[in-house]
């Protein structure tokens, strides 16, 4: 899923993990073990484990565009119609992933119906960035809005996983009592997003493993429902 991963020592330094990990402060310490020397250990998790592979693996829309068709006849060949994608990707970088699947769709090569949820995530309390997203992913959806190929709705990530213990708990974790895992997302700053998200239209997913990150996330629905009133959206 690419919620965590090890790295040898060439994948670090030729994804600059140093680098990428002093680019973004906001990112939680959690992400990168170290060992008691300060060294990376090779474990990441979240936002480095994602960019590190966006680093060191690059793929052209035609390879995509292979891979997409496989695994739609393989799909086909079990008798599955149809599916739904989730994930936190930035609408202007997830067109880069959703081309092929058009590209086979103006050549006649779609069998299958594909649902697709993406978004900006919010970490910290400036929502600046992900209300920035909504529009992009506006703009994406007028692109990708056909009987077989539709963007769907907003992805947001308020945590990580338990078993990395990055998900976010009300208590520290029993395997690891220095943390209750961090929690990505303001809460009132979520609660902006999620209600400007659902005002233009579209509904919301959230991933939300820990106690205190599906806590957040239901009260972001319930503000969205007093400002917005009874909107109908899942």
Known sequence: ??????????????????????????????????????????FVS???????????ESYGHEDIAVWDEEYMNYLNNLGVTGF???NCIAPRVQIDNI???????NAGKLTIRYHQWAGTNLIGDDP???????EDLKYLQTYFQTDKLRVVGEKLMLDGCPDSFTGAMLQPYAGDPTTSGPLLSDPEAFKQVVAK??????????????????????????????????????
């Open 1 to 42: 899923s690419g919620h965590c991963s090890w790295y040898n020592s060439a994948a670090m330094k030729e994804a600059d993990l140093e680098g990428l990990l002093a680019s973004h402060p906001e990112w939680p310490e959690e992400y990168a073990v170290r060992d008691e020397k300060g060294e990376l250990t090779g």
């Open 46 to 56: 979240e936002n480095p484990s994602f960019d590190i592979r966006w680093r060191v």
């Open 84 to 86: 739904t994608e989730c």
């Open 99 to 105: 081309e092929p699947m058009k590209r086979l769709e």
């Open 128 to 134: 600046t960035e992900a209300l920035k997203g909504l």
């Open 197 to 234: 998200a659902n005002e233009m239209g579209f509904p919301v997913k959230v991933h939300c493993l820990g106690d205190l990150s599906t806590r957040t996330a239901i009260d972001a629905y319930e503000y969205s429902r007093k400002v917005n009133g009874n909107h109908g959206l899942r």
